[in-house]
Nanobody, 119 residues
Framework: QVQLVESGGGLVQPGGSLRLSCAAS????????MAWHRQAPGKQRELVAT??????TYSSNSKGRFTISRDNAKNTVNLQMNSLNPEDTAVYYC??????????????WGQGTQVTVSS
């Protein structure tokens, strides 16, 4: 059973930064796509960023402020979040799949990590 474990969430002031990390039980090279999603209270879960062997994509809300990256040595996928604002407050989830479909369907999910942006 594949396990994804997120870490790095917390409380940060507006304008601040956080770095989330997702550790996988399987070699991350085996995943064709990994991603970060988030879900704010009372809202639907939304895709924040994806990473494949060939590139990255970002939502309109994260582009220019967030950076997704892979660390093959540590077997993690990370999300660097800068210029955070209260609208970024949400539970952030790591997701992955070994089978690429359109639209994306993620087979593995982490338990989530809370990010709260508040003064």
């Amino acid at each position: 059973q594949v396990q994804l474990v997120e870490s790095g969430g917390g409380l940060v002031q507006p304008g601040g930064s956080l770095r989330l990390s997702c550790a996988a039980s399987d070699n991350i090279r085996d995943f064709v796509i990994m991603a970060w999603h988030r879900q704010a209270p009372g809202k639907q879960r939304e895709l924040v960023a994806t990473i494949t062997r060939t590139g990255t994509t970002y939502s309109s809300n994260s582009k220019g402020r967030f950076t997704i990256s892979r660390d093959n040595a540590k077997n993690t996928v990370n999300l660097q979040m800068n210029s955070l604002n209260p609208e970024d407050t949400a539970v952030y989830y790591c997701a992955a799949t070994k089978h690429l479909t359109v639209p994306y369907k993620f087979d593995y999910w982490g338990q989530g990590t809370q990010v709260t942006v508040s003064s």
